[in-house]
């Protein structure tokens, strides 16, 4: 048998594989506009991609359909975010069990 056994898991290994999808995701931030977002679901809240480009407009030369854009790309790419698709506009929101590994990988980046 490998020297994994079924049934067996690894303590964190879930946290260290999301710490390394933000430290890649970050790697490709040439503007500072990903950090930013990410810092914005860290502060706390649930946001709709109106309410982050609103936030995110006057620091930085984006457009709507970029913000929306980006934010789906986190959720899909990065796992951290949920979404409630029940209303008008989509609402995103920081999963609880990431903020730790989230606030880590940003202090430390």
Same mark, same amino acid.
Do not use: W
């Given at each position: ?18 710490? /390394?999808?933000?430290? !890649? #995701? ?10 930013? %977002?990410?810092?914005?679901? @860290? =502060? ?14 006057? /620091?930085?030369?984006? !457009? #709507? ?10 959720? %899909?790419?990065?796992?951290? @975010? =949920? ?27």
């Amino acid at each position: 048998m490998s020297g994994l056994q079924k049934g067996l898991l690894i303590p964190n290994s879930g946290d260290t594989e999301v710490k /390394e999808r933000l430290k !890649n #995701y970050l790697k490709k931030d040439g503007t500072g506009l990903r950090k930013a %977002t990410l810092n914005l679901f @860290l =502060s706390g809240g649930s946001f709709t991609t109106h309410e982050i480009f609103s936030r995110l407009d006057s /620091e930085y030369e984006v !457009n #709507y359909r970029g913000i929306s854009a980006m934010v789906g790309s986190m959720n %899909t790419k990065l796992g951290i @975010l =949920s979404v409630d698709v029940s209303k008008k506009h989509n609402i995103y929101l920081l999963k609880d069990c990431h903020k730790e590994q989230l606030k880590s990988v940003l202090e430390n980046y």
